[in-house]
């Protein structure tokens, strides 16, 4: 069983700057990524990237957000700069892993990020 992990959240002005870390117990031979949900809203993508390193942006985020990848921490890093209010949510790590032919995604508990003045 692969635990998730996130941390890095907090409470940030508007047009402050956050950085969020996800790091997995073991190797992930999938994409990893970072979504949100906010109070009473559906949990939505934000932003995931490969192994390889091919990357995908929600059009939100696009410009203002950073994913990247260590594969050999087995970690995952959101850059979040100009920030909004509107970007408030938990943010969850998910990792997906291919394991014997079956596909496994994980989740970490989520980090909470308020934007606000």
């Known amino acids: 069983q692969v635990q998730v992990g996130e941390s890095g959240g907090g409470l940030v002005q508007p047009g402050g700057s956050l950085r969020l870390s996800c790091s997995a117990s073991g190797i992930i031979s999938g994409a990893m990524g970072w979504y949100r949900q906010a109070p009473g809203k559906e949990r939505e993508l934000v932003a995931l990237i490969t192994r390889g390193g091919v990357t995908n942006y929600a059009e939100s985020v696009k410009g203002r957000f950073t994913i990247s990848r260590d594969n050999a921490r087995n970690t995952v890093y959101l850059q979040m700069n100009s920030l909004k209010p509107e970007d408030t949510a938990i943010y969850y790590c998910?990792?997906?892993?291919?394991?014997?032919?079956?596909?496994?995604?994980?989740w970490g508990q989520g980090t909470q990020v308020t934007v606000s003045s």
């Open positions: 998910k990792a997906d892993d291919e394991r014997s032919g079956l596909w496994y995604a994980y």
